[in-house]
């Protein structure tokens, strides 16, 4: 890369060990630390947490050091800063790249204005394990709606200007594949093919460093036994020298430090040399500057050059050379009117219908009983909130509010952890006297995030005995389920009428809930991720192989079934195939699952040409794949239209179906549009990895096109490429 003027001129300034002290970023010290590790030449810092204590640092960056560096100020914003939305996972789910982006768009200009200028945010690592506690922190199982959303989240941090007072630079992490962790835990070792690196893991990467992200993060795990803060292969050679990444690569907590116990480094003096020369340009948490000067000329001295060069340039980007402060009465330090209005209809998209008999919107009932955990609870943030967001209130005061006529109820029955079920009995007697029973479960935010992994995901407490009670009791009713991650609910969600996955929503989540169950908001989000009916069957996606002897048929096999599947030709394709004997085949709810209140007739789709010229399609030809979509209910509502590729025959094991495009719209009643796609090189290819270099290629043959409101109820209409 080609430094400024002025990055060359303060490069050559600088002495080796106040280059390695602009490699380094330290975590939240007393102020008074903090102002003595600038002067001693740190470079980047954890918000001191205002604009005034942000601008004394940048003053003794600025004024009191020998070249007069101004600081990175970094924070993880992951889904907010004062005013908090969904989770990531949440945001994924209302399948509104729009919507992401003005979110992060509200994030950033909280942030900015009291100092922080650097966010670790977005998480782009494609998971298929719920029991990871991170995948609240992403966007969930499948590549193309990860990265569809990391570019939404990157332009609506970033924007047009770095230096502009509304934006912060943005971190796509963990680089890479750190989403599948063995057994789901967080931390474990990560071990997968080059096939699947390519196709899954990187691709969300590469689409951000098209998008322009100022930063990417290494990931804690192992790559084939290569822990990433060292590996050269994937952080110099695909993400610098192969993509032509300029930008900040930036370690993770400790992750430097962690090369100790991972044994691949002697001591910390080895473990930086490792990580520089590996492609490191930021320590995140550790102490560089200590390292003698014999370790220091260890480092090699170009490599040295290189990463601090980034780190300035980054700065210039930013703007801070020339202004580093920021105005300190303009600092937003509590929710505006806009924002708490846009994370209000945010919470309220990210919900996913999971079912639904009419019970849902409630119409004006009388006598209402609210029940279960998150009742009156206000634990709706979710994981990965600083303690100064806006907090939220409880969805028995939003509506008491909303039901002013209403005779509600609030009888919470258990706790979220506890094994106490003493208090279902009153909800039983509540029950039986109420029109329509609201029951608020889930997971408390402490159960996901980082660090978070859990072995059992089912409703955590007596929570599932409490929905069983309520069933009894023959009183309609709906389960809100509040998460940050899919859930196991096969013991009881056959019992219950409409259940709403509405995961962490954030500050204005009960408003936003309330607007969902009164029907004021429409919940037409779908899953990012496919929910299990058992945790024996994780990991589990739609994007699978077909295998070689594939599954077709329904149902668990009873003994006798078993035992006569052992003999005669007739029973093999029964038996012998990729299944569990003893749980029904496929996801409870599979991704993109989810429905609205409205009701939408789909025509038959149809393709621009029913065959393309391979050598068009590499010129830039695209077919355009249509559907008219009508809404034939009394109602408006929102209808997503996806789109998936069915490569029939290729030369490697292809997933049975691949999200390629997706759009959602709101349609009055009666209103007939047609949804539109462009089907090209992007949607039909994939990267061949058996040559010596890796290569995006479309091979030809006949493709599937699907298309439709779900993954379940899309129409075929075929393609070839000639």
Known sequence: MQPS?????????????????????????ALEDAARLVRDGVGSVFWPRSAAA?????????????????????????????????????QAGSFDPELVGDLARLAAAEARSGGVNWTFSPMLDVSRDPRWGRVVEGFGEDVHLTSVM????????????????????????????????????DYNTVDVSEHRMRNVYLEPFRAVVDEGAAAVMAAFNTVAGVPMHVNRRLLTGVLKEEWGFHGVVVGDAEGVRNLIPHR????????????????????????????????????????????????????????????????????ITEPTADGRR??????????????????????????????????????????????????????????????????????????????DASGISAVIGAARSADVVVICAGEPSALSG????RSDLRLPGRQEELIRAVAGTGTPFVVVLESGRPLVVADWIDHAPAVLAAWHGGTEAPAGIVDVLLGDEDPAGRLPMSWPRSVGEIPIHYAHENTGRPATTGGTLTVDEADVGLHGPDNLQDKYTSKYLDLDLGPQFSFGHGASYAAFAHDAPTVSAEQVALADLHAGDTATLSVQVTNTSVRTGDEVVQVYVEDLVATVAPPVRRLVAFERRTLAPGEMA?????????????????????????????????????????????????
């Not at 003027?5 to 010290?29: C, H, M, N, W, Y």
């Not at 007069?68 to 996972?89: A, K």
């Not at 980082?450 to 992994?453: D, K, V």
């Not at 990895?689 to 209409?717: M, S, Y």
């Open 5 to 29: 003027d002025r990055v060359r001129a303060l490069l050559d300034e600088l002495t080796s060990a106040e280059k390695l002290g602009q490699l380094q970023i330290v975590f939240r010290p």
């Open 264 to 331: 691949v480094a002697a001591d910390e003096a080895d473990a930086v040399r490792l990580a520089y020369e590996a492609g490191l340009d930021v320590e995140m948490g550790g102490a560089p500057a200590d390292l003698s000067d014999a370790e220091l000329s260890l480092i090699d001295g170009a490599r040295l050059d290189d990463a601090v060069t980034r780190v300035l340039s980054l700065k210039e980007r930013l703007g801070l050379f020339d202004d580093p402060y920021v105005d300190e009465d303009a600092e």
């Open 342 to 419: 846009l994370v209000r209809r945010s919470a309220a998209r990210a919900c996913v219908l999971l079912r639904n008999d009419g019970t849902l919107p409630l119409a004006s009932p009388r006598r209402v009983l609210l029940t279960g955990p998150y009742a009156d609870s206000t634990d709706h943030l979710g994981a990965w909130t600083q303690h100064f967001g806006a907090r939220a209130g409880t969805i028995a005061d939003e509506l008491r509010v909303r039901l002013p006529d209403a005779v509600l109820e609030v009888v919470p029955g258990v706790d979220f952890l506890s094994d």
């Open 54 to 90: 942000t601008n004394a640092l940048q003053r003794v960056a600025v004024e009191e050091t020998r070249l007069g560096i101004p600081l990175l100020v970094g924070l993880d914003v992951i889904h907010g800063q004062r005013t908090i939305g969904p989770v990531p996972l949440a």
């Open 150 to 185: 990391g570019r939404a989240m990157v332009r609506g941090y970033q924007g047009t200007d770095l230096s502009a007072p509304d934006a912060i630079a943005a971190t796509a992490k963990h680089f890479v594949a750190y989403g599948q962790p063995e057994g789901g835990r």
């Open 450 to 453: 980082e660090a978070a992994s």
């Open 674 to 722: 047609t949804f539109s796609f462009d089907i090209g090189v992007d949607q039909l290819g994939f990267w061949a990895t058996d040559a010596a270099q890796p290569a995006f290629a479309v091979e030809p043959g006949r493709f599937r096109l699907h298309i439709g409101a779900t993954l379940a109820a899309t129409q075929p209409v075929d393609l070839w490429v000639r």
